[in-house]
T-cell receptor, first 113, second 115 residues
Framework: GNSVTQMEGPVTLSEEAFLTINCTYT??????LFWYVQYPGEGLQLLLK?????DKGSNKGFEATYRKETTSFHLEKGSVQVSDSAVYFC????????????FGRGTQLTVWP | EPEVTQTPSHQVTQMGQEVILRCVPI?????FYWYRQILGQKVEFLVS????????KSEIFDDQFSVERPDGSNFTLKIRSTKLEDSAMYFC?????????????FGEGSRLTVL
């Protein structure tokens, strides 16, 4: 079935630094790709998504481009803030079944002022 | 903003006891899910539910687990006889569309500790 591999964390950055969190996927066809974020003490929430190859998802200054050539969906932000400290998960639907997302292991991001 | 709510936020139970975790999905959503996250590990799919029946379940969701939508608003996960390895954060989620198109809305989770 479909899967993602996400870079290991934790990642520690200073405020205003550039962020990249790598995610590569293995999939049949071109399923939608997602980044979810989990802030401390909260549930997961969708950060951004891309529904087809070459799409760019963006939200809150974060971006990720669905690249079929490199089977990647790396998350980037040009200037991180302390409030971006959270765990970030790359995800995609598992095969053709409905509602079943496969999540990466998560990358803990800590941003220091 | 509508949200998914879960209760309890934390439950401690003895091994072998039954546990029911409750969820109120977003009211106009049609698809419901349970996921779990063992501490330090991946978020794992347990089950999806649509039109009053299970539409998909993972290998984790064995006979000890069951789900129910007892009325128009609640969605419950029951573990009949808890084991130590059931200790995890359990997340309920709902969606308006199939996940390939839409997004999942997650609750804040119920932490289950089995002693």
């Amino acid at each position: 079935g479909n899967s993602v591999t996400q870079m290991e964390g934790p990642v520690t950055l200073s405020e205003e630094a550039f962020l990249t969190i790598n995610c590569t996927y293995t999939a049949t066809g071109y399923p939608s790709l997602f980044w979810y974020v989990q802030y401390p003490g909260e549930g997961l929430q969708l950060l951004l998504k891309a529904t087809k190859a070459d799409d760019k998802g963006s939200n809150k200054g974060f971006e990720a481009t669905y690249r079929k050539e490199t089977t990647s969906f790396h998350l980037e932000k040009g200037s991180v803030q302390v409030s971006d400290s959270a765990v970030y998960f790359c995800a995609l639907p598992r095969g053709s079944t409905l509602g079943r997302l496969y999540f990466g292991r998560g990358t803990q991001l800590t941003v220091w002022p | 903003e509508p949200e998914v709510t879960q209760t309890p936020s934390h439950q401690v139970t003895q091994m072998g006891q039954e546990v029911i975790l409750r969820c109120v999905p977003i009211s106009n959503h049609l698809y419901f899910y349970w996921y779990r996250q063992i501490l330090g590990q991946k978020v794992e799919f347990l089950v999806s539910f649509y039109n009053n029946e299970i539409s998909e379940k993972s290998e984790i969701f064995d006979d000890q687990f069951s789900v129910e939508r007892p009325d128009g608003s609640n969605f419950t996960l029951k573990i009949r006889s808890t084991k130590l390895e059931d200790s995890a954060m359990y997340f309920c989620a709902s969606s308006e569309e199939i996940v390939a198109i839409g997004e999942l809305f997650f609750g804040e989770g119920s932490r289950l500790t089995v002693l």
